[in-house]
């Protein structure tokens, strides 16, 4: 029984150390070598907590074993987690000014390989080469846990079950709940939670913490079952064997992971019967091996992100018609003040990189409730307009005013919550994600977007969640496509996915949208779908700005025109008095 | 301090640091060229020195003949990782994440695969003498000038690490090939669209990358042994050089190195010697702080 039942206990603390990093591998796409130094710190945190205090009568040079704290074991638990929370937040410090998965890579990686190497030298701590012995079990009562002896053995599988359903019940309500939905932005488009208003770092930073202090309050646990341990338990081999877990039974799917790690962490007593001194060689080249031919021929991992989806399929509530859509939709009051100032004034806007001059001067105004069509030919710098206006590039010069308010030079998150929302040429949609998902990130306050508000307040949370849902399908059935909600955005034909972005848009609650090239790509029968969506934005009140190259698309939806060429503004009206301008229409389609 | 052991310290310093450079170089021109994570970067170099320390005793090589087998398997071993491992998922346009998920299988299971097959011992290079007996391949000579320190090796390590250095810096900016590898680095759509082929700009930079990875592998087997996990700390040593150096920046890179060497040595009077990954990892993390770009390295627009 208890050979047994050390093998369950060696699968269910793979499993939770797994299932931690999925979700931050999983959902938010980033990964962390660090996991299994990260489960050390914890380990050795806890016992340095839980030993007794060094006394006179007892003298650990004497006894040779460890000495600590003396706290008891449920202290010294929350003492590891929290310790090793902090120690996340502050490895991945400086990933901060970069939203780059590598540095996260980078720096965990320095991380588990200095940890180690200071791990067997840092004697005071971890006792160096020896480890620590003498941890003492946890007690409830009289009853002990921990594998010394076989009947705490199998308690303490037990009680490594009943922790692992917990670690699994939390990572699967965050990830699947709407901070969840923000790690996923993260992963498949991380500019777009930006531009949405949102910062990809906080969530990022906090998922990474979370992953480690489950590894840390797990490595505690593993300290008090084994009563002693060395720092050759937590080398870089164990971080991969975690990936390799995620990666085999499939990325953002918390039931791969549990298929993974029975798989890997099942080979252990199979080859220590067969291959006997090189089980534990075997088993790297065996999940190495794995994790290699997993990403060539299945990369989705054995079972699939959503693989249950379809099970969920069919609850859409009753059809809306755009014109209801319309009309719940026109309740969302403006925040700026009606008439006050033009919406958009850009002033003397100047950006040029190296020696090339992109922008040289730009002056417009865009008027409030309209649609204003930039045009010009290639490379006349309307996008990079769009990137000033929206922060993505610093202006070397000029303003930007929305509403009559300086916004120049703020960051993209601010210029989002001020009001201004954009779309990208190349829809930037998430394709793993639902149409619903896709649209629902973009709806700002959400409650459930906190951690604490999850944890605290899970009914105003779900009451919020409902209510974003629900706006969220306003918005697609403002277009259309509420009907399409619970597929999947990849499977979505192209001008349907750049009618989810515009419904992303809208779903901001900004009264500029800036939409750039939204009918490019689109195939000619769904440009009149795209149209009478840009339309039904000006209805409901909101300015539209919009890069477009098709004239006839401009001609047919464009109040006003600002004619940009090399970076300057040429002229402004109607469509219509710009293109019987011959000179124009000459640099246009070129004469 | 005293004037004589900060002299000593330097020297040590110059030495380590040189080798920083040496690793940095190795990653640093896959890296800038490929986007790739390529922590596989330790298998060449835990292969040359296996290969040449196999090669001595099995075909009695001199010891320049087991070093230009070791670095020929490091350039095979590097062009096999790329040609098997990236190529498939750069065709179907996969993620950087996940070829650094292949990166990291082949990391794992490469030095277990060493160890079934030559077992946990450690390899010194050995060469057959005239008289027929196996002999460590190198002893290196200590000179003593004044009151400094420094050994035959050293001297070595510290000319072919520039060497290098300068040959790779001169590489890829003063040669037409060069000049591909940056526009391929600087906008790739640009680049295929002047017809060049990325693929053979990879090869050509994997091979120089494995290449001098090999070169670090027989370093250490030369100067210590060689033994199955002997390459993951030295290619985390590149990495750090390169982000830290500056992206992008191969002479910011290889200035990189040496300050970092330098450092570890010169902190080494306080900390002990054992905590230099601790120096090394606290002066990365202040730089992309305060510096996310890089010491030396330019801002991305």
């Known amino acids: ?591 | 301090m005293n004037f004589e052991l900060l002299a000593q310290l330097t020297i040590t310093g110059i030495v380590l640091g040189s080798f920083y450079a040496l690793m940095g170089m190795s990653f640093g021109i896959v890296y800038q060229t490929s986007k790739i994570f390529h922590l596989a970067n330790a298998i060449p170099f835990a292969a040359a020195g296996f290969a040449a320390v196999w090669s001595a005793e099995t075909f009695h090589l001199p010891m320049f003949g087991a070093f230009i087998v070791g670095l020929v398997a490091a350039v095979i071993v590097g062009l096999l990782i790329l040609v098997l491992g990236y190529f498939p998922l750069i065709n179907r346009n996969a993620t950087l994440l996940s070829l650094f998920l292949v990166s990291l299988g082949v990391t794992v299971a490469f030095p277990n695969l060493l160890q079934i097959v030559f077992g946990t011992q450690n390899k010194t290079l050995q060469v057959y003498g005239a008289d027929g007996t196996l002999n460590r391949a190198f002893e290196t000579q200590v000179y003593n000038v004044g009151f400094l320190t420094i050994t035959q090796l050293d001297i070595v390590k510290i000319i072919v690490c520039w060497l290098v250095v300068l040959c790779v810096v001169l590489f890829v900016n003063k040669t037409r090939f060069g000049r591909s590898i940056t526009a391929l680095r600087t906008n790739p759509t640009m680049a295929a669209a002047v017809g060049i082929n990325s693929k053979v700009v990879y090869i050509v930079v994997f091979a120089i990358g494995s290449l001098i990875a090999g070169m670090g592998g027989l370093f250490v087997t030369t100067e210590f042994v060689a033994y199955p996990t002997m390459a993951l700390q030295w290619t985390l040593i590149g990495f750090i050089a390169v982000f830290f150096g500056g992206i992008g920046s191969l002479p910011g890179t290889a200035l990189g190195g040496l300050l970092l060497g330098l450092l570890s040595s010169w902190s080494s009077v306080w900390l002990g010697v054992q905590f230099a990954p601790v120096v090394v990892f606290g002066a990365l993390f202040i730089i992309l702080l305060v510096r996310p770009q890089g010491l030396f390295g330019k801002a991305a627009a």
């Open chain 1, 1 to 591: 029984m208890a050979y047994y039942g050390q093998i369950a206990i060696n699968i269910l603390i793979l499993l939770s150390l797994s299932v931690s990093l999925n979700l931050l591998l999983g959902y938010a796409g980033r990964v962390s070598m660090a996991q299994s130094i990260l489960f050390g710190v914890g380990a050795f945190t806890a016992a340095r907590l839980v030993l007794p205090q060094l006394t006179d009568k007892y003298n650990a040079n004497v006894s040779g074993v460890g000495y600590g704290m003396g706290w008891p074991w449920w202290a010294a638990l929350l003492g590891a987690i929290v310790v090793t929370f902090i120690a996340a937040l502050v490895i991945s410090l400086p990933a901060v000014r970069q939203v780059k998965g590598e540095y996260l890579i980078l720096l965990t990686l320095a991380f588990q390989l200095g940890g180690q190497q200071v791990m067997t030298v840092w004697e005071a701590v971890t006792g160096g080469p020896f480890g620590v012995a003498g941890i003492p079990a946890i007690k409830i009562g009289s009853m002990s846990f921990s594998t010394v002896k076989a009947d705490s053995t199998v308690r303490f599988a037990i009680l490594m079950l009943i922790v692992t359903v917990i670690v699994i019940a939390v990572c699967w309500g965050i990830g699947e709940s709407p901070f969840g939905r923000l790690l996923k932005t993260l992963r498949e488009q991380e500019s777009v939670l930006p531009s949405v208003g949102k910062s990809p770092i906080r969530p990022e930073l906090l998922t990474f913490g979370i992953t480690a202090g489950i590894a840390g309050g797990i490595g505690a646990l593993f300290a008090f079952s084994q009563g002693a341990m060395t720092p050759v338990n937590f080398g870089l081999d164990l971080s991969i064997l975690i990936v390799s877990v995620v990666v085999l039974g499939g990325v953002g799917n918390i039931f791969g992971t549990i298929v993974g790690a029975i798989i890997l962490g099942g080979l252990d007593p199979i080859l220590s019967n067969t291959v006997g001194a090189d089980a534990i060689p075997w088993r790297a080249v065996i999940y190495g091996g794995a994790l290699v031919v997993m990403m060539m021929v299945r990369p989705q991992g054995l079972i699939p992100e959503g693989a249950f989806r379809r099970f969920k399929k069919g609850k859409t509530t009753e059809e809306m018609t755009p014109a209801e859509a319309m009309e719940s939709l026109s309740r969302v009051s403006a925040t700026h003040e009606v008439g006050s100032a033009p919406a958009l004034e850009v002033e003397g806007l100047k950006k040029s990189f190296g020696g090339l001059v992109a922008v040289g001067g730009a002056s417009f105004t865009i008027a409030e409730g309209k649609i204003t069509a930039l045009i010009g030919p290639n490379g006349a710098g309307k996008t990079t307009i769009f990137n000033m206006i929206t922060g993505t590039f610093k202006p070397d010069e000029g303003t930007v005013k929305l509403f009559g308010q300086d916004i120049t030079g703020l960051s993209v998150v601010d210029i989002a919550n001020k009001g201004i929302a954009r779309s990208f040429q190349d829809v930037r949609i998430c394709e793993q994600m639902t149409v619903l998902d896709n649209v629902a990130v973009a709806v700002p306050k959400q409650a459930g977007e906190g951690l604490t508000n999850l944890v605290f307040r899970p009914l105003k949370t779900r009451k919020v969640e409902r209510a974003t849902r629900e706006r969220a399908l306003e918005c697609l059935a403002l277009f259309g496509i509420s009907d399409k909600a619970n597929d999947l955005v990849g499977e979505l034909s192209y001008g349907d996915q750049k009618l989810v972005a515009i419904a992303r848009l809208l779903a901001t609650d900004a009264d500029v949208l800036l939409l750039d090239e939204p009918t490019s790509g689109v195939d000619p029968a769904n440009v009149e779908g795209v149209m009478q969506g840009v339309r039904r934005l000006r209805d409901l009140g909101r300015t539209v700005c919009l890069v477009e190259h098709s004239v006839h698309f401009v001609q047919q939806l464009a109040d006003r025109a600002v004619f940009l060429d090399q970076g300057i503004v040429l002229a402004e009206g109607t469509v219509d008095e710009l293109i019987n301008q011959q000179e124009l229409a000459d640099l246009y389609f070129g004469s």
